[in-house]
């Protein structure tokens, strides 16, 4: 049966999928499962289990907040995490020093100096 907030999760699913860059036939074997069950949860036609939602939010490197909470801010962290996962120990160490410098910045520059 379809609902509203089966079909908004169903969405955000799918959108996760895909960032990760995912086939629902890739997903489906990631988490023991078949396509079918991907396809009906993204389409809004199933709703998707507490230990499903944590099998799937483990498999992508992202939190539940991204799946059932629309708008997060947590969201774009989950994008970042995922998009810094097969970075080398160096490239992450220079991620942080242009992260710190830009938060430096942008203080500076609210503070009016």
Do not use: W
Request: net charge neutral; hydrophobic share 35%; proline share 2%.
């Amino acid at each position: 049966m379809k609902d509203e907030t089966s079909i908004q999760i169903g969405l955000r699913i799918k959108k996760a999928r895909e960032n990760a860059r995912l086939t629902q036939e890739q997903l489906a074997e990631i988490l023991c499962c078949s396509p079918q069950y991907i396809s009906l949860m993204e389409n809004g036609r199933y709703t998707i289990s507490i230990k499903m939602l944590r099998t799937l939010c483990a498999s992508l490197n992202i939190s539940s907040d991204s799946i059932l909470f629309p708008g997060s801010d947590r969201h774009c962290l989950d994008i970042i995490n995922y998009k810094c996962r097969d970075i080398s120990d160096e490239q992450f160490r220079l991620l942080i020093e242009i992260v710190n410098r830009y938060i430096e910045a942008v203080t500076l520059k609210q503070e009016g100096h």
